[in-house]
């Protein structure tokens, strides 16, 4: 799914509730929540979305690791990765499809 996906989603949802939007205007919308949601992680390391889940931040250590065509041992460095944990109410929509 691409942001523009989301913004023709959107499009139609709020077309459906009688709302006539931009496309342009929901795109800026679209643009501005995903910059906040990496701004806020990159600072604070978590972000909890009701309803939705938690985006977290977690630290892997520095390991070496192996190649797996050649079998050469490889250096791979710490580094921050980002983690999902759907909450209660999607984890439960999720499994009635």
């Not at 691409?2 to 800026?28: E, P, R, V, Y």
């Not at 643009?31 to 939705?52: H, M, P, Q, S, Y």
């Not at 490889?74 to 009635?96: C, E, Y």
């Amino acid at each position: 799914m691409t942001k523009q996906d989301i913004i023709d989603i959107l499009s139609g949802s709020l077309a459906n509730f009688g709302h006539k939007t931009q496309k342009k205007h929901l795109k800026l919308i679209v643009e501005c929540t995903f910059d906040v949601f990496i701004d806020l992680l990159a600072k604070e390391g978590r972000i909890e979305v009701r309803n939705f889940g938690i985006f977290n931040v977690k630290k892997t250590p520095a390991r070496v690791g192996r190649n797996p065509l050649t079998g050469e041992k490889a250096a791979i460095p710490a580094r921050n990765i980002v983690q999902f944990k759907a909450g209660k109410s999607m984890k439960d929509l999720v499994a009635s499809y």
